[in-house]
């Protein structure tokens, strides 16, 4: 085994039902992990069954019963110290995202620096959880509110992020005062399973209960399960359209609280007053970061007609500089996607891209004799927004289009089903401002001179739309794990009514 996994405490076996402090041998059928990078298998586990399900639910429950009644702050020094976990796990855990998910080391590190970012920022939050006071219309009355966890959250996490947004989501989640189950994607298991060894070890020293930290690997009927279970005050969910859509329709049928963060589309509009020296790096990172895998992933390119040509000749130079191979070596920018399906939905795009009328200009081809996984960068000019264009595939395909007014470009960047990131590139003050204005982009992220991938932890992170209108991580968005609770008190002698109404007996 590589020395990373013996660092995180990965074996060859390893339980994926665990409750926080222990690990249980779940009941389930095998799953077994594979490298993207080389198709070897990293180590195996088991899918939760049903009986699995019930037990870390039910353990949740227990937990939170505890943790709830701990003042915030004394919540947020037990996740100081899981970022300093992660601190010291840093380089294992980045290697370990690196191998699992296939994307560059630097990528699996800065993932890994991520949880660490979230975890300071819950430290501060746990003392900021404010509410308003408001003034009362009533004499000798006080009006505030408060603001009270939820109870048991569940975290659906993706491949492509396979830890980071796990951790925006629990990290907010327990300063807050809520428990935790976290059902990981079945592409990376492994990675889940080493966050929680690390975060096990807090939970012992702290003599906290079991329960506070659930992890469930399991496939879609777990999944489900969480949705349909109204034990789950919330369900996070991360990752397809699809897949959202059927988690938020099970959550919403009980009245429950969910949080859905899906595709992205995202578009960068290069204007003529664009300086081309900023738009190409933060276009190619866009594009090719994490293989093309993020849901911020730079995936529309509307280019001003005045700039299309020299900037293809740009990207097409740049991408072919782009260093494909294993991503553990730290000279490669790319790695691999994460499956062979992932290869064919790559495949079939650019065949549908073509019988729309696109042109590939860079790309275009798998690269097997790097491996199974492994695609080369595409660049696709397309004469007009056609039906491949407004659907997310993920993989490294940018697609180019040119425009001559800036409201036909921002028509062009809205008039597709999803709504997460966006960038325009230009130096001039009244393009930057429209774009950000109401007239603007429709997305939940909107950038000027940088490109759409690479949000920092401290904004809200989510989108409109298909996107699924949450918001995780910084700015507000603890709200979404608590419940608002307006408190009126009267400490006056009379009752006076509200409304003016007069109640005389
Ligand atoms: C995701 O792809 O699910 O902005 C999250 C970014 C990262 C997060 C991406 N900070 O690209």
């Not at 095998?30 to 870390?56: G, M, N, R």
Request: aromatic share 6%.
């Amino acid at each position: 085994m590589k020395d990373f996994l013996i660092k995180l405490g990965i074996t060859p076996q390893n339980s994926g039902v665990s409750t926080g402090l222990n690990f249980w041998d779940g009941h389930g059928v095998a799953l077994t992990s594979y490298s993207p990078v080389d198709q070897t298998e990293i180590a195996k586990t088991q899918l939760a069954t049903a009986a699995d399900f019930e037990k870390v639910v039910e353990t949740a429950q227990i937990a939170y019963q505890t943790w709830k009644t701990m003042p915030a702050p004394q919540r947020g020094e037990i996740v100081r110290q899981m970022g300093d976990a992660f601190r010291a796990n840093k380089d294992a855990l980045g290697k370990l995202v690196s191998y699992e998910m296939g994307k560059s080391l630097q990528e699996g590190l800065g993932e890994v620096q991520e949880i660490i970012d979230i975890c300071d920022f819950a430290v501060g939050l746990s003392r900021q959880l404010y509410g308003l006071t408001m003034h009362s219309e009533r004499r000798n009355h006080r009006m505030y509110e408060q603001w009270h966890p939820l109870g048991v959250v569940g975290v659906i996490s993706a491949f492509n992020f396979p830890v980071a947004v796990w951790s925006w989501n629990a990290m907010l989640a327990w300063v807050c005062g809520n428990v935790c189950i976290w059902k990981p994607s079945e592409k990376t298991p492994m990675t889940a399973i080493a966050c929680q060894k690390i975060i096990g070890g807090v939970l012992k020293n702290n003599n906290l209960p079991e329960g506070l930290s659930g992890i469930i690997v399991g496939d879609r009927e777990i999944g489900e399960a969480m949705a349909k279970d109204p034990r789950i005050a919330l369900v996070s969910a991360t990752g397809s359209t699809r897949m959202g859509k059927l988690v938020a329709q099970n959550v919403a049928a009980r009245l429950g609280k969910s949080l859905m963060e899906l595709g992205g589309n995202n578009a960068i509009i290069v204007t003529e007053h664009a300086d081309l020296k900023l738009a190409i790096p933060a276009i190619v990172f866009g594009a090719v970061g994490t293989a093309g895998q993020r849901c911020t992933t730079t995936r529309r390119l509307i280019v001003h007609a005045s700039k299309v040509e020299s900037l293809t000749e740009s990207l097409v130079k740049a991408f072919a500089q782009i260093r494909i191979g294993d991503p553990l070596d730290s000279n490669n920018h790319m790695g691999p996607l994460i499956d062979a399906d992932a290869v064919s939905q790559y495949q079939k795009s650019i065949a549908q891209a073509i019988t729309e009328g696109g042109e590939v200009l860079y790309g275009g081809q798998p690269i097997p004799e790097l491996g199974t996984c492994y695609v080369q960068p595409t660049l696709v000019k397309m004469k007009r927004q056609s039906a491949v264009v407004c659907h997310e595939t993920f993989a490294p395909i940018l697609y180019i289009m040119s425009y001559e007014t800036l409201d036909e470009a921002i028509a062009l960047q809205n008039a597709v089903p999803q709504g997460l990131s966006s960038s325009i590139f230009t130096l001039n003050m009244q393009e930057s401002e429209h774009f950000l204005s109401v007239a603007g982009s429709d997305c939940g992220i909107a950038n000027v001179n940088i490109g759409t991938s690479g949000a920092e932890i401290g904004g809200a992170f989510g989108g409109e739309k298909e996107t699924g209108g949450g918001r995780e991580s910084g700015s507000d968005a603890w709200k979404a794990y608590m419940r608002r609770q307006t408190n009126t008190i009267n400490y006056g002698k009379t009752l006076p009514l509200a409304q003016g109404i007069k109640f005389d007996f």
